[in-house]
């Protein structure tokens, strides 16, 4: 009976091996909005069954383990999750260097299911694939629809405006000393694309954070240099074989067709939850502008969140993201007493933006996160006030009134407070007074009685709960 039962029991383990459920989680937000700091400090905390009060299955002793697996698609680039915990675990502490392409993780969750039955079924298991790709190559989407005339035509109108001038002055007059009906030369395919792409970059140098398409310019991935990305927008002309703006034209085509399309339906149309990470305080910080400017920015990524019958680009691929997490990061750059404001400032950023971007569909919910808190709290008292404080070191060469730091210096800064009200910001456009410091990554970590360091986080469990807790119910 013995050899029976284990018989059946290597059956049914086989049987789950093959049918192992695989949840595959996106994680996207613009440059240098956090996807990196989250990622690591997601897996770091599974593996490690750090601190998640908030994450059901660990909450209520039914997860069993995590551990790394080898990823089934040899061909994508593997998030570099330990280069990332060796930076920030070093001494001292460094951040990592943010994403820069697609790149995914498999982790293996073991768990036992709350449903009643599950105590007959043994212990289950769960593939959690993370995606991590830049926020700016969804801004791609729309030029599946467009031809290179249209396309050339609408980037043309924007260089042109006055507000784009200082930027775009370069590219435009390397463009009037191009006779696009001449054959066509790759010296001339490639100083008109490094004048554009130097155009785009400046203006997000500038503080713009709606990057123009198209997204690989900015973030060229494995493509840095291709003829894929050797283009730029030309005047209509006669596109005579053979011509400059034939070979662009062409090239346009190629991009869409070789690099935006395979992306979407690769990658993007076979996510089953996804988080966008918002860097909302920091435009907060820079003041109505750049809070408008990231609304405009995440109406274009939202677009691509539209159900596919709404969305006549992704109807080619069959969309199924059910749940979005929004979520703000680097909350710990205020004090927990604004949390809430925070979250309710991105709420009313993504409500106007998803309108905008006639959203809907999928389920989602906005929350104010840290991956990795760099700061801790305090109080001090000026003027016969207690005032709340964020205690941290200010990365190198971070200044606030007049003082420079030299990033081993740790500080009590007061950050200021958020506005109660979310609407201040966007109807009354008043700017947001924050003491904001950029901080080192948090120094002295504890540890667990396992040997394990702890990476503190803000709402991190919260966040996992939401985007794979009822795939381990
Ligand atoms: P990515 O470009 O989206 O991958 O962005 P990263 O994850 O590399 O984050 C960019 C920078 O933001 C990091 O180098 C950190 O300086 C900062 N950062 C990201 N997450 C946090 C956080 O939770 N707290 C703090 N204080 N800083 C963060």
């Avoid at 996207?28 to 990622?39: H, W």
């Avoid at 009590?412 to 007074?433: I, K, N």
Wanted: aromatic content about 8%; glycine content about 8%.
């Amino acid at each position: 009976a013995d050899e029976f039962g284990i018989a059946l029991a290597n059956l049914a383990d086989s049987a789950t091996g093959l049918l192992t459920p695989t949840l595959r989680l996106g994680v996207t937000g613009l440059s240098r909005a956090g996807k990196t700091i989250f990622i690591t400090a997601l897996v770091h905390n599974l593996l490690t069954q750090g601190r998640l009060p908030g994450f059901a299955p660990l909450a209520e002793g039914r997860f069993i383990g995590a551990r790394l697996a080898e990823y089934p698609d040899a061909t994508i680039p593997r998030f570099a999750y330990e280069q990332h915990l060796a930076s920030l675990t070093a001494n001292p502490p460094t951040w990592p260097e943010g994403t820069r392409r697609i790149s995914q993780l498999r982790i293996v969750l073991r768990f036992q299911s709350a449903k009643w039955w599950s105590g007959m079924r043994g212990p289950a298991t769960l593939n959690l694939d993370i995606v991590d790709y830049p926020g700016e190559w969804l801004l791609d989407l729309p030029l599946l629809g467009l031809s290179f005339a249209e396309w050339s035509a609408e980037a043309l109108d924007r260089a042109g405006q006055p507000g784009h001038a200082a930027e775009a002055e370069d590219f435009l007059r390397e463009l009037e000393k191009t006779d696009a009906t001449k054959p066509a030369t790759d010296p001339d395919a490639e100083r008109l694309a490094l004048a554009f792409t130097t155009y785009l970059r400046r203006s997000r140098e500038h503080g713009a954070l709606s990057t123009l398409p198209p997204g690989r310019f900015l973030l060229p991935g494995d493509l840095e240099g291709s003829p894929a990305l050797t283009f730029a927008p030309l005047p209509l002309a006669a596109a005579r074989h053979g011509s400059l703006y034939a070979m662009l034209e062409n090239r346009f085509e190629a991009y869409k067709d070789r690099v935006v399309r395979p992306f979407f339906r690769d990658h993007f149309a076979r996510l089953d939850r996804q988080v966008v990470l918002v860097d909302t305080l920091r435009a907060l910080n820079t003041g109505p502008a750049a809070v408008a400017d990231l609304e405009t920015a995440l109406t274009s990524v939202l677009a691509c969140f539209r159900q596919g019958e709404a969305n006549p680009l992704l109807r080619p691929f069959s969309r199924r993201i059910d749940r979005i997490l929004f979520a703000a990061t680097k909350a710990d750059h205020v004090h927990h007493t604004s949390h809430d404001r925070l979250e309710a400032i991105l709420n009313r950023l993504v409500a106007s933006a998803s309108k905008r971007a006639r959203f809907a569909g999928a389920e989602a919910e906005s929350m104010a996160i840290s991956g990795i808190r760099a700061t801790s709290e305090g109080t001090i008292r000026e003027g016969g006030q207690t005032l709340p404080t964020l205690i941290g070191t200010p990365l190198a060469g971070e200044t606030l009134e007049g003082q420079t730091y030299d990033g081993k210096t740790e500080i009590a800064l007061f950050p200021g407070d958020l506005p109660e009200r979310p609407d201040s910001v966007f109807e009354d456009g008043t700017p947001v007074a924050l003491n904001f410091l950029r901080f080192a990554p948090p120094q002295r970590l504890e540890r667990i009685a396992t040997g394990d360091i702890v990476l503190p986080h803000i709402r991190l469990d919260r966040a996992l709960d939401y985007l794979i807790g009822d795939w381990m119910a």
